[in-house]
Nanobody
């Protein structure tokens, strides 16, 4: 499956952004989806994940209550709504797909998008 993430940009602290990730090539609803991020000089970290049906989600503690992951299987798209953004949310955000159950562990994912930059100004 091919993944293309977009929607990043520059936003002031406290603002919002919505990232989108469009999938193609395989049956989207067969894949658990995740968002990960990598800040400069840091390792990639888990942000959020969603089950194939969209019923179940998981979040990193650092984004709980501020970020919401969702998906539209009819549009082959997963979203990450980011509210109350902080300077520490600055990173390149990647979407990823894996067959069957979703996961908060990056190496479990089979496919990765190219990343989209999120910059938060304080």
């Amino acid at each position: 499956v091919q993944l293309q993430a977009f929607g990043g940009g520059l936003v002031q602290a406290g603002g919002s952004l919505r990232l989108s990730c469009e999938a193609s090539g395989r049956t989207f609803s067969n894949y658990g989806m995740g968002w990960f991020r990598q800040a400069p000089g840091k390792e990639r970290e888990f942000v959020a994940a969603i089950s194939r049906s969209g019923v179940s989600t998981d979040y990193a503690d650092s984004v709980k209550g501020r970020f919401t992951i969702s998906r539209d299987n009819a549009k082959n798209t997963v979203y990450l709504q980011m509210n109350s953004l902080k300077a520490e949310d600055r990173a390149v955000y990647y979407c990823a797909a894996k067959e069957c159950p979703y996961s908060n562990y990056g190496p479990n994912y089979d496919y990765w998008g190219q990343g989209t930059q999120v910059t938060v100004s304080s």
